[in-house]
C-alpha cells in the first residue's frame, strides 16, 4: 500500500528539542496518556463527592401530569431528589440553547422526545442515585408523537412546541441562499437536468467517552467550579452565568482531558445544569456521568437532512446550475450550535468546488419528537450534508452523460486563477489548486487499472465499485463582523509570556479532544519565536486560565486560534526585537531573525539569544526607551475570512453477491489544508474521519419506530466501525496556503468525515451499476443494498 | 462483602458491595482511573484489564469474581519509568488521539503480543476487534503494534 508518510520502522525524528516548530513531532500529551494519568471529568474524584442520575422520559411525546419523588427521597444513601417543579420555582427549568431557542432542563409541562430529562436524584453512590430512580413515579398522558419528519407539516399534526407562545405548527425556519429565478433560467435552457432524492440520515457522534460533570459549589466563596466535558469551556461559562444567574467571575469551568467530541461536546446539555443545580442544593460536589443509552438517545445528534437535488449541465458535461430544497429535522429544541445568522450552519457551499452559473437553495426546518441537536459530528456546520448532496449528485451526472466521474469534476473545476473565488451563494474561497490535488489521488490509486479491473469483474459478474469525491470545505468560525453565538463574537484569545529563562507558557482558548493541541501550539510558537517546542507548556481548558475565545469545533482550532498563536509569539518577538537591538547596541533595522536568535546583518558573529533577551527582559539595567520589562503579549484575533481545504477522495468497494455485504478494499485520501504543522497530526485526523465515513455510509443510524422509541439506543443497535470494517488508509497530499492566514494552515480536523461519506456511497452505486441502480441512501448496510439490488426502493426513514 | 486480589502486584483487601463491577471498584474505589467505562453492553473495550493474564472487558466482571485472582491495568503496564514496548509503539506510531480507548487497546495489544511475538496486520486487526476506537482509524494502531513487534525482537536477539 501507498502511504506517504508512512514512519519508517527503525528510526523516529523528532524536533522535539529543536527550535524548528514544523515537521513530525511526537505527541507532548501522550505520556500521561500512556500510563492511565490522563484525567478525564468522570475520573476527578472530590472529599465528600455525591452522584447524580437523570431519570428520562420513556415516551416521545406525553403530557407529565404528576411526579412522585417521595419514595425515591426515603430510600438509603439519597440526598436530594429534583424534579421540573423544583427548577420552576428557582427560574432553572428551562435554559436557552446555542440557536436561540429553549430547552427544558427538566420538563415541567411535557416530554417531547424519547430520553428527555424528568427529574434526578443525588445520592452518596452511582449505585444508589441508579437504584432510586426506579422509585420515583411519574404520571404520564401519552399523546401522539411527530416522528416521520415529511408528515410534520400537515395540517393536524400534534404541536410539539406549544410552550412557544402563538406557535400553531411545528415549523421551526425557513431559509433560502443563492438567486431562485436566475438558476430557474438556467435550468430551463439546459441540455440535461439530473433530479435525486438524498436523504442523511440522522447520525450520532457518540465519542468514546460520553458526556458528564462535576459541579463543586462552594458557598461561601460563593465561586462554582464546573469540570466537563465540554469543547468550548469559555462560551459555556458565559451562558452559566446568563442561565442561572451566577456572576461570570465566580463560574471556572474546566475542561480536563476529553475522550473524543467531534461536536458531541458542543452543546450544554441539562445534565450540566443539573449537577450545577444538585452541588447547590446538597452543597457538596457532585458528579454526573451518563450512560451511553443516555448519550445516544438524549446528546447531539447530527446531519437529519431530506435533500432533493438537481444539477443541470450541457450535453459535453459542464456543469451549470445546482439547485436543492432541504427537509431538515431539528428534534424537539432548535440545539444546533451554528453561528447565529446560519440557521442552516455552511451548507450553503453546496456548490461544492465546481465553477458554475448559478445556484439556489430552499430550506425548511422542523421541530418532530426526537433529541434535539443538529451540528454534530465533525460536520464543519453542515458541509458535512452540502458535500454529500453536491458530490452524489454530480455522480448521478456522470451517470445520466455516461461520463467518467473524474473527468467530469476534472472538466468543471474551479481554476487556479479563478482565486480568491465568489460562488453563486456568496462565499468566498480564499485558494485552491484543485486538478494536481485530483491527479495525486487518482495516481495513488492508479485509477485506470482500476477501471480495468473493474471491466474484467464486471464481465464475470462481480460486483466491484470504485468512488469518488472531491471536496471544498469552509472552516474556521469566523469573522466577527457577521459570525456569533448567542452574541459572543468567533473570535479566539491567546496569550504567551517568555519566563526569565527562555522557558514559555502559551494560553489557549480553543480545548484539544485528542487533535493534539498541547503539540502543535508548542510547535507553531516555536516556529515564531525560536523556542524549541519542549520548552514551550500549552495551558489550555480552564476558564481561570486562559483567555476568552469560543472554543474548538468546526476545525476552528487552526485556522482562528493558530492564527492568534502566531501572532502572538510575533508580537513577543518584536519586542525581543527592540531589546536584543540595545544589547547588541544596533538599530532595530540592523537586526534580522535567525529562527531563535537576532543577528546584526552581515556580521552573523553578533548575535542574542531568544533566551538571552529574555533573562535581560525581566533583568537588571535599563531597557530602551519606552520598553516595559517582561517579555509576553496577548492577542484576540479575529479571522478575515474563512479558511477552504480541500481534497480529493477515491474508495474502492466489492460486495459480496451473496450476501450484499459492502467491504472496503481501499480508500485514497489526498488532503490539502495548506500548511501542515505536523503532518503525523494531521494523518491521525485524516484517517480517523475515514473511519467515521465508512460508519455513517455503510452502518450507523439513529432511527425511530413509529412511537418514537429510539432504535440506536445502545452499541449493539448503534453500529461503529471496528478494525474489521476499515483498510489500511492510503494518504497523501498537496499544499494551497491559505493568503489570509498568518501561517497560511487552513484546518483539516473534519475534512475526512465530510469528504468520505460519498465517494464510499458513489463506490457502492458505481458497483451496483449492472442492476440499474443510481442511487441508493445511507447507511449501505446489507439489507438495503440487497434491495438496491432487486430494484426494491430504500424504505423512507 | 469482603473481598481480596492481585492488582498489578499489590494484595488490595476491600469491604465491597456484591454487584458492583470490576471496572467500578477499579475506578471509585482504587482509584485507578486509567482503565475506562464507555458502553453498557460490553462493546467498546475501554475497560480492558487483565484477569490472570487474560484481556477481559472488567465492565462485565463484577469485583466479587476478581477475588483471589491478579488483576493488571494499564497502571501495571511501564516497569517504572521505562515504558513497555507497546506504549512506546503508540507513542511512535501516533497510535493514540484522546487516550481513552487506548489503555483498553494496549492491554489487548500486550496480550497478543505475549502470545504471538510477531502478528501479522490481519492478527493484529482481529484481536482488536472487540474494541472502538473513534479517533484513530486503526491504521495506526496497527502499526503502533508492528512497532512493539520488531523493537521487542531486536531487544532480543542483541
Redesign the interface.
Known amino acids: 500500500m501507498t502511504t506517504v508518510e ?2 519508517k ?2 528510526t ?1 525524528d523528532d524536533n522535539d528539542q529543536t527550535p524548528v516548530g514544523f515537521g513530525r513531532m ?2 507532548k ?3 500521561r ?8 471529568t ?2 476527578v ?1 472530590l472529599p465528600g463527592m455525591l452522584h447524580l442520575a437523570i431519570l428520562r422520559s420513556p415516551f416521545a411525546h406525553a403530557r407529565v401530569v404528576s411526579v412522585d419523588t417521595s419514595a425515591a427521597e426515603a430510600a438509603p444513601g439519597v440526598k436530594a431528589v429534583v424534579t421540573g417543579e423544583t427548577l420552576k420555582g428557582l427560574g432553572l427549568a428551562w435554559m436557552p440553547t446555542l440557536s436561540n431557542d429553549v430547552q427544558a432542563v427538566l420538563a415541567t409541562d411535557k416530554v417531547r422526545f424519547q430520553g428527555q430529562e424528568v427529574a434526578f436524584v443525588v445520592a452518596e ?3 444508589a442515585a441508579r437504584d432510586a430512580l426506579e422509585l420515583i413515579d411519574v404520571e404520564y398522558e401519552v399523546l401522539d408523537p411527530v416522528i416521520d419528519v415529511r408528515r410534520s407539516l400537515e395540517p393536524g399534526a400534534p404541536l410539539i412546541r406549544d410552550d412557544l407562545e402563538g406557535k400553531t405548527d411545528n415549523h421551526c425556519f425557513d431559509w433560502e441562499t443563492g438567486d431562485e429565478a436566475e438558476t430557474e433560467a438556467v435550468f430551463a435552457r439546459a441540455d440535461v437536468v439530473v433530479k435525486e432524492d438524498i436523504v442523511y440520515p440522522r447520525v450520532h457522534p ?5 458526556c458528564g460533570a462535576v459541579a463543586d459549589f462552594d458557598a461561601v466563596e460563593g465561586k462554582l467550579k464546573l469540570w466537563s466535558t465540554t469543547q468550548a469551556p469559555h462560551a459555556h461559562r458565559t451562558l452559566y452565568a446568563i442561565v442561572a444567574g451566577l456572576p461570570e467571575h465566580k463560574i471556572q469551568v474546566i475542561a480536563p ?6 461536536g458531541n461536546k458542543v452543546p450544554i446539555y441539562p445534565g450540566y445544569v443539573c449537577a450545577i443545580v444538585g452541588s447547590i442544593v446538597t452543597g457538596k460536589p457532585v458528579k454526573w456521568m451518563e ?3 443516555e448519550n445516544l438517545i438524549s446528546t447531539g445528534f447530527a446531519r437529519d437532512y431530506i435533500m432533493r437535488g438537481e444539477i443541470a449541465a450541457t450535453r459535453d458535461g459542464k456543469i451549470l446550475a445546482i439547485r436543492t430544497n432541504v427537509l431538515a429535522d431539528h428534534g424537539a429544541f432548535n440545539g444546533t450550535a451554528a453561528p447565529v445568522k446560519y440557521p442552516a450552519g455552511f451548507f450553503g457551499v453546496f456548490t461544492g468546488s465546481y465553477d458554475i452559473e448559478a445556484a439556489y437553495c430552499k430550506m425548511t426546518a422542523v421541530y418532530t419528537n426526537k433529541a434535539p441537536g443538529g451540528v454534530a459530528y465533525a460536520c464543519s456546520f453542515r458541509i458535512t450534508e452540502a458535500v454529500y448532496l453536491v458530490e452524489r449528485i454530480v455522480d448521478c451526472l456522470a451517470a445520466e452523460l455516461d461520463m467518467d466521474p473524474a473527468e467530469l469534476r476534472l472538466k468543471n473545476f474551479i481554476q487556479p486563477d479563478q482565486f480568491p473565488y465568489t460562488t453563486k451563494t456568496g462565499w468566498v474561497y480564499d485558494s485552491g489548486n484543485y486538478e494536481p490535488t485530483m491527479r495525486q489521488a487518482m495516481d495513488i490509486a492508479g485509477y485506470a487499472e482500476l477501471r480495468a479491473e473493474q471491466a474484467e469483474k464486471r464481465a464475470r459478474g462481480e460486483l466491484m465499485g470504485i468512488g469518488i469525491s472531491f471536496f471544498t470545505e469552509a472552516v474556521g468560525a469566523g469573522p466577527r463582523k457577521n459570525m456569533d453565538i448567542l452574541g459572543l463574537g468567533m473570535a479566539d484569545g491567546c496569550e504567551l509570556r517568555v519566563h526569565p529563562t527562555g522557558k514559555a507558557v502559551v494560553r489557549l482558548s480553543v480545548k484539544t ?4 493541541h498541547e503539540t502543535t501550539f508548542a510547535q507553531i510558537v516555536a516556529e515564531e519565536i525560536g523556542i524549541p517546542p519542549a520548552d514551550i507548556e500549552v495551558v489550555h481548558g480552564d476558564t481561570d486560565q486562559t483567555p476568552f475565545g469560543l472554543g474548538t469545533y468546526g476545525s476552528r482550532s487552526t485556522p482562528v486560534s493558530g492564527a492568534a498563536a502566531a501572532l502572538v509569539a510575533r508580537k513577543v518577538r518584536d519586542k525581543a526585537q527592540i531589546i536584543a537591538s540595545a544589547m547588541l547596541e544596533v538599530t532595530v533595522a540592523d537586526l534580522e531573525w535567525a529562527k531563535g536568535a537576532f543577528q546584526v546583518k552581515g556580521d552573523p558573529g553578533k548575535s542574542v539569544t531568544i533566551q538571552q533577551i529574555a533573562m535581560r527582559a525581566h533583568g537588571a539595567g535599563d531597557l530602551p526607551e519606552g520598553i516595559e520589562g517582561g517579555l509576553e503579549a496577548q492577542i484576540c484575533y479575529n479571522p478575515s475570512n474563512l479558511t477552504y481545504p480541500h481534497g480529493a477522495y477515491i474508495c474502492v468497494v466489492d460486495i459480496d453477491p451473496g450476501t450484499a455485504q459492502v467491504k472496503v478494499r481501499r480508500f485514497i485520501a489526498v488532503d490539502d489544508c495548506g500548511t501542515r504543522i505536523n503532518p ?2 494531521i ?2 485526523q ?7 465515513g465508512v460508519g455513517m455510509a455503510l452502518m450507523e443510524m439513529i432511527a425511530f419506530d413509529e412511537d418514537g422509541n429510539c432504535l440506536g439506543a ?3 443497535d448503534y453500529l ?1 466501525p ?3 470494517e ?1 483498510p ?2 492510503e494518504t497523501g497530499y498537496t499544499v494551497t496556503p491559505s493568503p489570509h492566514h498568518p501561517i497560511g494552515a487552513k484546518g483539516v480536523g473534519e475534512s475526512a468525515t465530510v469528504g468520505s461519506p460519498p465517494a464510499i456511497v458513489n463506490a457502492v452505486v458505481d458497483a451496483l451499476k449492472p442492476f440499474g441502480v443510481r442511487h441508493a441512501d445511507m447507511p449501505l448496510t446489507p439489507s438495503r443494498v440487497w434491495d438496491a439490488m432487486r430494484g426494491r426502493a430504500t424504505p423512507p426513514i | 462483602m469482603q473481598v481480596t486480589m492481585m492488582v498489578n502486584d499489590v494484595e488490595v483487601t476491600r469491604e465491597i458491595e456484591g454487584r458492583l463491577l470490576l471496572v467500578h471498584f477499579l475506578r471509585d474505589v482504587l482509584s485507578l482511573t486509567g482503565t475506562h467505562w464507555g458502553c453498557d453492553t460490553s462493546n467498546c473495550g475501554t475497560c480492558v484489564v487483565w484477569l490472570d493474564g487474560e484481556p477481559v472487558k472488567s465492565c462485565t466482571v463484577l469485583a466479587a469474581m476478581a477475588g483471589g485472582h491478579e488483576v493488571r491495568t494499564v497502571e501495571g503496564l511501564a516497569k517504572g519509568s521505562e515504558l513497555d514496548p507497546i506504549q512506546e509503539g503508540f507513542r511512535q506510531c501516533h497510535g493514540l488521539q484522546c487516550g481513552f480507548c487506548t489503555p483498553g487497546m494496549m492491554m489487548t495489544c500486550r496480550a497478543l503480543l505475549d502470545k504471538n511475538p510477531d502478528p501479522t496486520d490481519a492478527e493484529i486487526r482481529e484481536a482488536i476487534s472487540g474494541q472502538i476506537c473513534r479517533c484513530t482509524g486503526y491504521s495506526t494502531i496497527v502499526r503502533s503494534v508492528r512497532w512493539a513487534s520488531v523493537h521487542e525482537a531486536a531487544a532480543v536477539n542483541q
Open positions: 508512512e514512519p520502522t527503525t523516529f511526537l505527541r500529551e501522550d505520556p496518556l500512556l500510563r492511565g494519568r490522563g484525567r478525564f468522570d475520573d474524584q453512590d452511582r449505585y457518540a465519542p468514546m467517552e460520553t482531558d476529553i475522550g473524543g467530541g467531534f450512560d451511553r443509552s479532544q485528542g487533535q493534539g503525523m497530526i494523518e491521525g485524516v484517517h480517523g474521519g475515514l473511519t467515521d445502545s452499541l449493539m461503529i471496528t478494525a474489521l476499515v489500511d488508509w
